[in-house]
């Protein structure tokens, strides 16, 4: 199983990125599905997370700037990031709580992490 993630990059504040996440390989099922960051010195944490039905919750410093989607034909994850800010720069990793079979248990898995610099 592998997550790649794409559509980072360097942008000047108010500007807009799309982040992307595909899941592929031997997939039985993905359940949540979920953008982390960390930025330099802190820990990482929850941008947010979407249910496999679409139900998305969000950090409260991305409220209403940030936009979680998925489409579960393509096991894809789409995170439109407007408005930036400075304290938006961070490596951002996409995450995934799937099962590779039936007789496997739910797990996570993580993608490589993709920089975003929020810069003027």
């Known amino acids: 199983v592998q997550l790649q993630a794409s559509g980072g990059g360097s942008v000047a504040p108010g500007g807009s990125l799309r982040l992307s996440c595909a899941a592929s390989?031997?997939?039985?099922?993905?359940?949540?599905m979920a953008w982390y960051r960390r930025a330099p010195g802190k820990p990482r944490g929850l941008v947010a997370r979407?249910?496999?039905?679409?139900?998305?919750n969000y950090a409260d410093s991305v409220k209403g700037r940030f936009t979680l989607s998925r489409d579960n034909a393509e096991n894809t994850v789409y995170l439109q990031m407007n408005n930036l800010i400075p304290e938006d720069t961070a490596v951002y990793y996409c995450?995934?709580?799937?099962?590779?079979?039936?007789?496997?248990?739910?797990?996570?898995?993580w993608g490589q992490g993709t920089q975003v610099t929020v810069s003027s």
């Open positions: 995450n995934a709580n799937l099962r590779i079979s039936s007789v496997h248990s739910w797990e996570n898995y």
């Open positions: 390989g031997s997939i039985l099922a993905i359940n949540d």
């Open positions: 979407i249910t496999h039905g679409g139900s998305a």
